[in-house]
């Protein structure tokens, strides 16, 4: 079965977003109140900047011993992000995000971000939809004797 990103892995959602002159430290808040592992940099017009994932404040700030107060978000975010579209597949997505071994992309239209989905969304998804087929699959060739 197809499942895009939006609605079936994702819903579109008021995704938590801040500014290149954001320091770490603002980037690391703004995450832990929302208890997310990712944010989105955004410019002037709302348009994906970059993204910055705990992964990255790890390695680039506290593994450095650098100040989260003074390193800002554009030196260390990932710019220019690959995105994923509300259309494609959970399927495509998991295979892009496992080859690149990104465990969060956003999900953008004309350079806005809908929502960021993770590849424990889309293992989940993926999970569901290789269940559903096995069912099918073993009522087609067992019949009813399955509870099909």
């Known amino acids: 079965m197809y499942r895009k990103i939006i609605p079936n892995v994702v819903s579109e959602t008021d ?14 808040k703004a995450m832990a109140e929302k208890n997310i592992a990712a944010i989105i940099v955004v410019d002037d017009q709302a348009k994906i900047s970059g993204i910055l994932t705990e992964r990255d404040l790890a390695r ?6 650098l ?13 220019n992000p690959d995105t994923l579209t509300p259309d494609d597949s959970a399927g495509d997505a998991l295979e892009l995000m496992n080859s690149r071994r990104y465990r969060h992309l956003p ?3 004309d350079g806005k971000c809908l929502a960021v989905v993770s590849i424990r969304d ?12 096995i069912k099918e699959t073993e009522a087609f060739i067992f019949g009813d004797r399955y509870g099909a």
């Open 15 to 28: 995704v938590s977003t801040i500014t290149k002159d954001a320091t770490a430290h603002d980037a690391a």
């Open 60 to 65: 680039k700030v506290t593994a450095l011993g």
């Open 67 to 79: 100040d989260s107060n003074t390193v800002l978000a554009a030196d260390i975010m990932t710019a």
């Open 107 to 109: 999900v953008a239209v």
């Open 122 to 133: 889309l293992y989940s998804t993926v999970k569901e939809a290789l269940e559903e087929d």
